[in-house]
């Protein structure tokens, strides 16, 4: 069946340093990504989108970017603080399927 | 608005014993959402309501889970005769048709079965 994988489960990455958090998926028909955060003992946590008509899009701190051809989306974090010390999940769907399908996610740890 | 809320926050059972969840969502999001995470993975879909209407289930939804939603508001969700292979943390999310994607979630009941 379809899937969306994660290239590295864990990642270290020093305090004020950029991290890099890499997706891959397999289904061509998903043209809606979102990147979740979860902290220990709480649910994910929202953090940046990105449709597939997009190649690059920017929060604050994050930037998302997406490549159609190689089915591969990455979560940047500038600057990273230690509260960005979480797992952190992609997530694929399509317009007009409610489900969500979550890759098993990448540990970023920050080193202070 | 306090967010998604869901009780109880923990629950442990014995096998065979029956359990009921409550998720309260986001009071002005009329979709609200099931999903199960074992540890180490990411959440699965389980199942979801548009007001009281539940339209979606997941083959992961055994004869053994129920949910509900009667008033379109919070939900329920129930699982019989449970077994060790049940536990796991149960997450609920909610959003408001036609707005973002990304629903919010709450902080789980983390169920174990012993």
């Known amino acids: 069946g379809e899937s969306v994988g994660l290239h590295l489960p864990t990642l270290s990455v020093q305090e004020g340093d950029n991290s890099i958090i890499n997706c891959a998926y397999s289904?061509?028909?998903?043209?809606?990504f979102i990147w979740y955060k979860q902290e220990s003992g709480k649910g994910p946590q929202f953090i940046i989108d990105i449709r597939s008509n997009m190649d690059k899009r920017q929060g604050q701190r994050v930037t998302v970017l997406l490549n159609k051809t190689v089915k591969h989306l990455s979560l940047q974090i500038a600057a990273t603080q230690p509260g960005d010390s979480a797992v952190y999940f992609c997530?694929?769907?399509?317009?007009?399927?409610?489900?969500?399908?979550f890759g098993t996610g990448t540990r970023l740890t920050i080193i202070p | 608005d306090t967010g998604v809320s869901q009780n109880p926050r923990h629950k442990i059972t014995k096998r065979g014993q029956n359990v009921t969840f409550r998720c309260d969502p986001i009071?002005?999001?009329?979709?609200l959402y099931w999903y199960r995470q074992t540890l180490g993975q990411g959440p699965e879909f389980l199942t979801y309501?548009?007001?009281?209407?539940?339209?979606?289930k997941s083959r992961l939804l055994s004869d053994r889970f129920s949910a509900e939603r009667p008033k379109g508001s919070f939900s329920t969700l129930e699982i019989q005769r449970t077994e060790q292979g049940d536990s796991a943390m149960y997450l609920c999310a909610s959003r408001q048709s036609g707005g973002n994607y990304g629903y919010t979630f709450g902080s789980g009941t983390r169920l174990t079965v012993v």
């Open positions: 309501f548009q007001n009281e209407a539940q339209l979606e």
């Open positions: 997530a694929e769907t399509h317009f007009g399927n409610e489900k969500l399908t």
């Open positions: 289904n061509s028909a998903s043209d809606y």
């Open positions: 009071s002005e999001h009329n979709r």
